[in-house]
């Protein structure tokens, strides 16, 4: 909880302090650019490209922001946020999210139970863009009355699981396992080169989070 609690103040520094700056910057420049008389061309040019890596820094920002925490499980809940993320995913890789969710809408599920969940996703989805080589996943999460259960599988160029872990080039799956399990979780991984790839989380619920007490499933 103190390391999600940091990532928030960051991230909220980032969007507020560093974004409220950058914006200043940019109409700072803006002023600039139209002051500039029409001989100085070289000037004008260096303004214009300025601007132009100011937008890019801003948009990195935000992309960082939302990396560090994201703000939709707050606004959409799980269910939402990872639809969203999808949307995003697809947007930015050209790879089709085909996504089959059996969760409420809202869920009273612990903040750090969607929070583990969400990261799983985004670093399974992650790894599908940078090593699978496909233009399609599949994506799944459901409720049971004692986990949240969550599967990410593709049919990409996969891998050995235990040759990569030991030549320490996993550290995105190491640190997938240790956010599962401090939460008493398990995550399994089955994976053969040339035979695609299937991420398998349990995540457990509270005794008392009675998540069919909620709103109609979704599919």
Do not use: W
Request: glycine share 6%.
């Amino acid at each position: 909880m103190a390391h999600e609690e940091e990532r928030r103040r960051i991230a909220r520094e980032l969007h507020d302090e560093v974004g409220a700056l950058l914006t200043s910057v940019q109409l700072c420049l803006g002023m600039a650019q139209a002051a500039t008389p029409p001989e100085a061309t070289t000037l004008a040019e260096n303004l214009r490209e300025a601007r132009q890596l100011i937008d890019r820094l801003s948009q990195e920002i935000r992309q960082l922001t939302l990396q560090l925490r994201p703000p939709l499980l707050d606004e959409l809940g799980l269910a939402g946020a990872l639809r969203a993320y999808a949307e995003r995913f697809e947007r930015q890789t050209r790879i089709a999210v085909r996504l089959a969710l059996a969760l409420p809408e809202r869920t009273s599920l612990p903040e750090l139970i969607e929070l583990t969940a969400y990261r799983f996703v985004q670093e399974a989805l992650t790894n599908v863009a940078r090593h699978a080589r496909v233009d399609q996943v599949d994506v799944k999460a459901s409720l049971t009355e004692n986990h949240l259960h969550l599967v990410v599988q593709d049919q990409g160029i996969g891998f050995d699981p235990e040759t990569v872990t030991a030549s320490g080039r996993s550290m995105g799956l190491v640190a997938m396992r240790e956010r599962i399990e401090l939460l008493g979780g398990r995550l399994e991984i089955e994976s053969h080169p040339q035979q695609g790839t299937r991420l398998e989380a349990y995540l457990p619920l509270p005794a008392e989070t009675n998540p069919f007490a909620e709103a109609e499933l979704l599919s």
